[in-house]
Every structure is written in structure tokens, then in C-alpha cells.
């Protein structure tokens, strides 16, 4: 049994290295994608006007009038003081081609004040990597690869990612396994010292697993580090691993899959069918009109957030109002605020979301993100998600180390049992026909 465990660890472990090494880098530095991003861009995320603000629907349409080729489909309602609004757009249909314009941005940063244009730019571009791109540059590269639209698709990125993440959810528990001391039957052909030591109790047997020993060769401390780090971090290496899994293959498998052991509350996103990349659903109502609906859907419920931001999903032909104070749309332990759902045909409210609220299976669901993200511990968890990246890239790096050692090792040994013996030659004897000391 541990063989064949050991045959699978080795190949998965190797299939996978690559991309868990360049998902784990990525993560521990996107654990703080926004402060990074403010850091890097403070051109378009700071604003040095102080005053009243301008309505974020007038700032909407003055975008849609600066250029008709692209559309508003986020609106924060309000910004915090002295920074900018980020107003998300997607393309429009071109009527002469009957495809989607191309304005190669997909972020607008206007001054809520004066109602300046700060700067725009395209949210996780796979290139030019500038200072503006090079924040969601890595977020992408961390759940996607970048790897473009082919036939007509453009999850692939996100279903290799995911499934890579399903086949290390599983390669969790072999490695895990192959930690444990196996179990051995009395044997009178074993020395005493070695009988007396596997009769020693099994925790003191597996002890020496979970520690890393400095003396000795490289390649014991590089197994040491390997077999030591993924232990005592195993169950964090399980959470990132099955939560990397149901985020990429939410719809395709997770979702189904959760249906089906327990009682999950659907969305709009979960019941209804995106439309094709060039045929968005045009909505009939206005941002203007949802915003109303909203606030009064908001006042009945006796909600305390204020509506932070509005969107629209042109795939889905949904409108959502999310409630939350301006720079808190992480929400509380960073499951997201509460939102509201409305059709976009005829504005009736087709559902809601809110925060660790629902049946067992709606909190599990909710849980993926602020568990993957560390969110869910506050900035401890950040932090924490930040030493698991390295940790990961580390076992990725340890583990090819350890199998190119190996096959270094077993080639080696196949050279030697395959050389052909030497005869010594005459001059190596001596008259009395023993072999000689004397080196020629």
C-alpha cells in the first residue's frame, strides 16, 4: 500500500510543482492586492480635493458620455476621504461588426469632487505589465495562468487551475499517509536493537517526522523540510488546496455537488444561464431606478449599511446592490456585504445574499473565499496566507529536489550494475601471482 502511495505522491507531486510553486508566490503577495495596488498608484487611487461630493450616477453617465463604446457595470456610491471612485465598464456590441468594441481598459478613476478623469486602466491585463496592471497582473496569474480564450471559451484557465487543486486536495491526504510509521509483524531475522525500536509506541515512531534535523546530508534536511512543513501546516495546505477548488469549479462541480448533500439557498447566478460573451443582455431599467428600489428594500429590511455600490452582469441580465460603509465591501470577516438582487427587464428583487446568514450549506459556500483568502482571521489570517504561499512554493521546490536526487541516485546505481569488469592487465601481478599495490 505505501508503495503504490508513494508511486502517486511522486507523479502528482511533480505534475503539479510548477503550478503550485507559481500559485503559492502569487498568493502571498495578493493577500494584499489593495494596499499594494494603492501603494503602486497613488495617481489614481488618491485625490487631494476635499469638498462635496458630485452624485456617483452623474460621474457614471459622464463616463458612458466620454466614451459610448463602453458601458458602467459597477458604481460605488460614495468614497472615502481623499481617495478616488473606481468605476468598472465593459464593452458595448458594435453595431457595424456585431461583436464587442475593444477599448483596452475596463477601470475609470475619476476625483468624486470635481468629477475629473485620473486615469484609466484594464483590470488583470496579461500585458503590457505596468505598475497599474501588475497587482491584478498576479491575481489572474494565481487562479488562471492568463490563458486566453480558445473556441470560443475563456474558463480554461480557471478549470486547470481548479482541477489541479482537486487532484492536491487529494494528493493531501497520500502525503499525509506516507508520514505515518508503518506497522510491522514480529521478526526473528531482524537485529535486536531494530526489533526493540519498532516495538517502541507508535507516537515515538512518527515523532521524528515532524522534526527537521540540521546535521546530516543536504538531502535529509531538504526531506526533513519537506516531510516536517507539510505536517505541521497540513491542515492549512487542505484548506487552500479544497478551497482553491470550489472557487474555480463552483458551477461546473461544487455548487452540484453541495446541491446534492444539503440544502444550498440558489442565486440568480446559480439558476440562470450566462449569455454569450458577444450577446450581453441589454438591461430596460436604469441604475437610477434600482438605486431607489434598493434603498427602499433597504429601509424595510432595517439594514444599518448604507448601499455602497450598484452593478450590473450583463451575462446574467442581473442587477445587484451591495450594502456596506465605503472601504468596507470585504465585509464582515471578508465574506462580502449584503447585496440585493434585482431583474433587469422589469426590476423586480429576485433574491439577496447576506453575510453568515442562511442553511449550513449557504455558510459553508460563503465560507470559500474568506477561508482561502485568510480573511476570515482578519489581518492575522492575511498573514498566515501569506507564510502558506512560501510554504507551498517551498514543498513544491523541496519535493522535485528529493525526486531528482533519487532518479540521480537509482541512474547511477543501473550504470554500475550494467559496466563491464575490467580485466587487470599483466603488469598489475606480481611473479608470485598476487595483485600488485603498484599503481601503473
Known amino acids: 500500500m505505501k508503495f503504490l502511495a508513494t508511486v502517486l505522491h511522486r507523479w ?66 460614495a468614497a472615502e476621504s481623499g481617495e478616488s471612485l473606481a468605476f468598472s465598464v465593459e464593452p458595448r456590441v458594435d453595431p457595424s461588426s456585431g461583436r464587442l468594441f475593444e477599448p483596452e481598459y475596463n477601470q475609470v478613476f475619476l476625483d468624486p469632487v470635481t468629477g475629473d478623469e485620473l486615469g484609466r486602466r484594464e483590470w488583470g491585463a496579461a500585458w503590457p505589465i505596468t505598475t497599474e496592471t501588475l497587482v491584478s497582473f498576479l ?34 491526504f497520500i502525503g499525509f499517509y506516507l508520514t505515518l510509521p508503518m506497522r510491522h509483524a514480529p521478526s526473528r531475522d531482524r537485529p535486536v536493537a531494530v526489533e526493540r525500536a519498532l516495538k517502541r509506541g507508535w507516537w515515538s515512531r512518527w515523532a521524528p517526522a ?21 505536517l505541521w501546516t497540513w491542515l492549512f495546505l487542505f484548506i487552500l488546496a479544497f478551497t482553491g477548488f470550489s472557487l474555480n469549479l463552483y458551477r461546473e462541480i461544487f455548487y452540484p455537488l453541495m446541491s446534492l448533500i444539503s440544502s444550498v439557498t440558489p442565486g440568480p447566478f446559480d439558476v440562470r444561464t450566462p449569455s454569450g460573451k458577444h450577446q450581453p443582455i441589454e438591461p430596460r431599467l436604469a441604475f437610477d431606478e434600482i438605486v431607489g428600489r434598493a434603498r427602499e428594500e433597504g429601509v424595510r429590511r432595517a439594514w444599518q449599511e448604507p448601499l455602497g455600490a450598484v452593478f450590473y452582469s450583463p451575462s446574467f441580465g442581473v442587477y445587484g446592490a451591495m450594502f456596506h460603509h465605503p472601504g468596507d465591501d470585504h465585509g464582515a470577516a471578508g465574506v462580502g456585504p449584503a447585496v440585493l438582487y434585482f431583474d433587469g427587464q422589469d426590476g423586480r428583487l429576485i433574491g439577496d445574499r447576506q453575510p453568515w446568514k442562511g442553511t449550513a450549506a449557504d455558510i459553508f459556500v460563503q465560507a470559500q473565499f474568506p477561508l482561502h483568502s485568510g480573511r476570515i482571521l482578519g489581518l492575522p489570517g492575511r498573514i498566515l496566507i501569506s507564510i502558506m504561499g512560501i510554504v507551498v512554493a517551498a514543498l513544491s521546490v523541496t519535493g522535485v529536489v528529493i525526486w531528482t536526487r533519487k532518479r540521480r541516485a537509482r541512474m547511477s546505481a543501473r550504470r554500475r550494475k550494467v559496466e563491464p569488469v575490467r580485466p587487470l592487465s599483466k603488469s598489475a601481478f606480481t611473479t608470485s601471482g598476487m595483485p600488485s599495490l603498484r599503481k601503473d
Not at 502528482?12 to 507559481?22: C, D, K, Q, R, T
Not at 508566490?25 to 489593495?34: K, N, R
Not at 492568463?146 to 489541479?164: K, N, V
Not at 527537521?212 to 507539510?230: E, M, P, Q, T
Open 12 to 77: 502528482i507531486g511533480l505534475s503539479i510543482a510548477g503550478f503550485l510553486f507559481l500559485s503559492g508566490v502569487t498568493g502571498a503577495v495578493i493577500s494584499w492586492d489593495h494596499e499594494l495596488d494603492e501603494l503602486l498608484n497613488p495617481h489614481l487611487t488618491e485625490v487631494a480635493s476635499r469638498g462635496r461630493a458630485i452624485p456617483s450616477l452623474d460621474l457614471a453617465r459622464q463616463v458612458e458620455a466620454r466614451d459610448p463604446r463602453v458601458r458602467v457595470t459597477v458604481v460605488p456610491m
Open 139 to 172: 491575481y489572474r496569474l494565481h487562479y488562471s495562468l492568463h490563458i486566453p480564450e480558445m473556441w470560443g471559451i475563456d474558463e480554461w484557465g480557471l478549470w486547470l487551475m481548479g482541477a489541479i487543486a482537486l487532484v492536491w486536495t487529494v494528493d493531501c
Open 210 to 230: 515532524w522534526k527537521i534535523r540540521a546535521r546530516g546530508s543536504s538531502y535529509r534536511l531538504n526531506f526533513d523540510i519537506h516531510r516536517a512543513f507539510g
